[in-house]
Each structure stands twice: as C-alpha cells, then as structure tokens.
C-alpha cells in the first residue's frame, strides 16, 4: 500500500529561521515524489518533484530511499512561504493517481 | 493554471439535496481527478477519469458520482448531500508527462 506520512500539522518558526517540513512514504517500488504548496485560500501548485532535483523559492527536497523520507527544507525562511505544505507520492505502476500526506501548516513570524 | 476552473465556487445547500459541481479544462488532458480537502485529512481522491466515459472510484467515493461526457468537463455529483460532505472540493489535472497534477481553484461546499 502507498502511504504518506507528515508527522507535523503545525511547524512555527522565525523569519530568518532554517526549516524543514518532514515527509515519510511507504511503498514498495520506486516512488515519484512531489512536494504541493497552498497559500492562504489559494489552489495547490506544484513546489518540487524529487526527479527534476531543482530548488524553487529557496526550497528543496532530497529523496532518501534508505530512510524512505523526502523532506522539504529551506536555509532561511520568509513570512511569506507561511502556507499548506502536502507531501504526495506516485507509484511506478499503474494509474496516475497521488497519495498525498494530511499537510504541514508552515508559519513564519516575523 | 493549467486552463482549470471550477464551478460554482461556494455553495451552500441543505441535506438530502443533489448538487453539481462542475470542472472545466481547456487544454484537452486525458486525466482528470476529484479530490476533498478536510483538515487533518489532506487530499483525498473521489473518484478519477482516464478518458471521455471513462471513470473509476478512489479512496472516498461513497455518495458521490461522476460523468465525463466531454474531455473537457469532469462533473461531481453529490447525490444526496449529507453533512458530512461538507468540505472544500479540487479538481485536476494530470499532463502525463511528469505525473504531477495542476489543481483548481476549488469549491467550498456547504451543507447545512
């Protein structure tokens, strides 16, 4: 079974401030990974994808097989990445469906 | 944006009512998907389409249904609204490309 797993709902941090949103997956192939943001009332986009290996607005995510983790970080946050952050997974059969994880809400102060 | 738009984009409606929720795409993907929204839930899939008449259940599709009669537009049916279909309700996309998926800017469905 494909499964996503964000162990945080809230991460609240400082301006200025590393961060790093934990996301964990089970699945038994080789998995796509994706990282979706939503901003306040906004529709989800598409931050990263673990196979593009790209940083976008600062951020970027490594997919650690052996742990079986793609965690999203960021050196020095903004208040203005204070959004939804949903982990998803593909599996490497079958239809294109995502799993998404329940979301991390990310909050920067100032 | 992808070309993708919901319709409407609130609705309230009391329980035991259908209600129709439209998504239209203007640039002819094969793949189009209804997902929920619900706090401490994340996303979760409805139902999905591969083609025009062409459908299949997801994760939570018990009393919903689906129809796509043109590659265009996906309809969510909700065939007798309860309160616990009360929820904030995305369409997709899928390019196939890439695999990811490109979202509407949802509904927000109220049940009372």
């Known amino acids: 079974a494909q499964r996503v797993t964000q162990p945080e709902k809230l991460l609240s941090v400082f301006k200025g401030a590393p961060v790093e949103l934990k996301c964990n997956y089970s699945?038994?192939?080789?998995?796509?990974l994706f990282w979706y943001v939503q901003y306040s009332r906004q529709r989800l986009q598409l931050l990263l994808r673990h196979i593009s290996r790209e940083s976008i607005k600062g951020f970027t995510a490594d997919l650690n097989k052996g742990e079986t983790s793609f965690h999203l970080k960021k050196p020095f946050a903004q208040e203005e990445d204070s959004a939804m952050y949903y982990c998803?997974?593909?599996?490497?059969?079958?239809?294109?469906?995502?799993?998404f994880g329940t979301g991390t809400r990310l909050l920067v102060s100032p | 944006d992808a070309g993708i738009t919901q319709s409407p984009r609130h609705k309230v409606t009391e329980t035991g009512t259908p209600v129709t929720l439209r998504c239209h795409q203007t640039?002819?993907?094969?793949?189009m998907y209804w997902y929920r929204q619900d706090p401490g839930h994340g996303l979760r899939l409805i139902h999905y389409?591969?083609?025009?008449?062409?459908?299949d259940k997801g994760e939570v599709s018990d009393g919903y249904s689906v129809s796509r009669s043109k590659t265009e537009d996906f309809l969510l049916t909700l065939e007798s609204a309860t309160s616990s279909q009360t929820s904030v309700y995305f369409c997709?996309?899928?390019?196939?490309?890439?695999?990811?998926?490109?979202f509407g800017p949802g509904t927000r469905l109220t049940v009372t």
């Open positions: 997709a996309i899928s390019t196939g490309s890439l695999n990811e998926q490109y």
């Open positions: 699945y038994s192939g080789s998995p796509e």
């Open positions: 640039e002819n993907h094969r793949y």
């Open positions: 389409s591969y083609g025009v008449k062409d459908t």
């Open positions: 998803a997974l593909k599996g490497n059969t079958g239809f294109q469906k995502l799993v």
